[in-house]
């Protein structure tokens, strides 16, 4: 198992551009969800995707949008990026095994918006 | 909006010694409370978690404490390694219906020989 994947490793944009932040799980897990890492705040929880075709906006939704094209796969869009996104990019899945949650982090995404 | 609150930002610990990083949170109806741990250049991984119907929770050297009644956990790392330098981060589930972490900020741990 490969586990979470996520595509590409590291991206350089200029302001205005726009991309796509892709991510797979071969878990099978119903949930998944983007994040967004800075230096002193955490993980912040952009979009969560509880199922195939459903997607809920998390603490800081503004300025990205998400397709959760099937049960693999959950894309984050930045349509007109902005300083302020350069960030670290995170995409989990999660799975509820008897008592124990526990949500699974690909490598993460490091974007730089110039 | 924080409501998970995690100090210090950073902790330097000599090889052999106590590391422990403090977490509050504020809101009653968390029912889970894991640690993640991440190392530079990976994503975050779990590391141990607690319910708040125990007070103690030990796995190898990690051990979580927790205080339902001044809504406080704290991870406690005994005999520490150079190998456990890394960021560590608490987080609070809302309700097992939820599906959703809410994380502290991170805690930096620097591990020296």
């Known amino acids: 198992n490969a586990g979470v994947t996520q595509t590409p490793k590291f991206q350089v944009l200029k302001t205005g551009q726009s991309m796509t932040l892709q991510c797979a799980q071969d878990?099978?897990?119903?949930?998944m969800y983007w994040y967004r890492q800075d230096p002193g705040m955490g993980l912040r929880l952009i979009y969560y995707s509880a199922s195939e075709g459903t997607t809920d906006k998390g603490e800081v939704p503004n300025g990205y949008n998400v397709s959760r094209l099937n049960k693999r796969e959950f894309s984050l869009r930045l349509e007109s990026a902005a300083p302020s996104q350069t960030s670290v990019y995170f995409c989990?899945?999660?799975?509820?095994?008897?008592?124990?949650?526990?949500?699974?982090f690909g490598p993460g995404t490091r974007l730089t918006v110039l | 909006q924080q409501q998970v609150k995690q100090s210090p930002q950073s902790l330097i610990v000599q090889k052999g010694g106590i590391s422990i990083i403090n977490c509050a949170y504020e809101?009653?109806?968390?029912?889970?409370f894991p640690w993640y741990q991440q190392f530079p250049g990976k994503g975050p991984a779990l590391l141990i978690a607690i319910r708040p119907d125990v007070s103690e929770k030990k796995e190898g050297r990690f051990t979580i404490s927790f205080n339902k009644s001044a809504k406080q956990f704290s991870l406690h790392i005994m005999d520490s390694q150079p190998g456990d330098s890394a960021t560590y981060f608490c987080a609070a589930r809302a309700s097992r219906g939820t599906d959703k972490l809410i994380f502290g900020t991170g805690t930096r741990l620097q591990v020296f020989p």
């Open positions: 878990m099978n897990h119903n949930s």
């Open positions: 809101n009653t109806a968390f029912d889970y």
């Open positions: 989990a899945s999660s799975a509820q095994r008897g008592a124990r949650y526990e949500q699974f």
